[in-house]
């Protein structure tokens, strides 16, 4: 059976920073703005000169840094270096902290697992991550997630529980108008209903896509 991999991934962040001083905060945001336009290397060096900074590692902006860094090594497909770098994030983000930074802690584990082939630890994490972007009522994280989910469960040949996921994700797409989430849950939702043989439904899905 054909596998599906989407693995939706956002840029993140717009966390509340505290305990860096101004010029490193402005710095890192420097570094993310390179990263949305693609200049990985530019921005690895910035990111890299703030974790070199004496004691930073013990600063309160070192888990969104690490989480900004593991999302680098994504784009560049280094998932070893990635997941060498979630879990350092993964000690040093507060749970009731920022809930973006969570979202993108838990979602980016969630890829980690799910490039392994270990789809119940990525399952377990994106559902953590859906939890924290509930808490912080993104719409666009929601969908990207649900979508998400909702891939793993069709390969996991679950299309009944695919299916409810893909709907939430079509609708939270509309809601922050992402046509590209929208279109693609709506072409998974259409697959996974024709998987039930429940023609109809999956019918109406293709039309929407």
């Known amino acids: 059976m054909k596998k599906l991999f989407i693995s939706l991934i956002l840029l993140g962040a717009s966390a509340n920073l505290y305990g860096a001083d101004?010029?490193?905060?402005?710095?890192?945001?420097?570094?993310?703005?390179?990263?949305?336009?693609?200049?990985l290397d530019s921005a690895a060096t910035i990111i890299d000169s703030i974790l070199n900074i004496p004691g930073f590692e013990t600063d309160?902006?070192?888990g969104r840094v690490m989480v900004e860094k593991s999302t680098m090594h994504y784009y560049s497909?280094?998932?070893?270096?990635?997941a060498r770098a979630v879990e350092l994030a993964r000690g040093a983000v507060d749970?009731?902290?920022?809930?973006?930074?969570?979202?993108?802690?838990?979602n980016n584990l969630a890829v980690v697992h799910n490039r392994r082939e270990s789809p119940?630890?990525?399952?377990?994490?994106?559902?953590?991550?859906?939890?924290?972007?509930?808490?912080a009522d993104d719409a666009s994280w929601q969908s990207a997630l649900e979508c998400n989910i909702g891939a793993l469960?069709?390969?996991?040949?679950?299309?009944?529980?695919?299916?409810?996921y893909f709907g939430n994700a079509v609708n939270h797409a509309a809601m922050c108008d992402d046509g590209y989430t929208e279109l693609a849950s709506a072409q998974l939702a259409a697959e996974a209903y024709l998987k039930l043989n429940r023609t109809e439904e999956g019918s109406a899905f293709i039309h929407k896509a």
């Open 95 to 106: 749970p009731d902290g920022d809930q973006i930074v969570n979202v993108s802690l838990w």
């Open 60 to 62: 309160t902006m070192y």
């Open 22 to 39: 101004a010029g490193t905060v402005s710095t890192f945001a420097h570094a993310e703005n390179l990263i949305g336009e693609g200049e």
């Open 153 to 164: 469960y069709y390969n996991l040949e679950r299309y009944a529980v695919a299916v409810e």
């Open 77 to 82: 497909g280094n998932i070893t270096e990635m």
């Open 120 to 135: 119940d630890s990525a399952l377990a994490c994106y559902q953590r991550a859906l939890e924290h972007a509930r808490r």
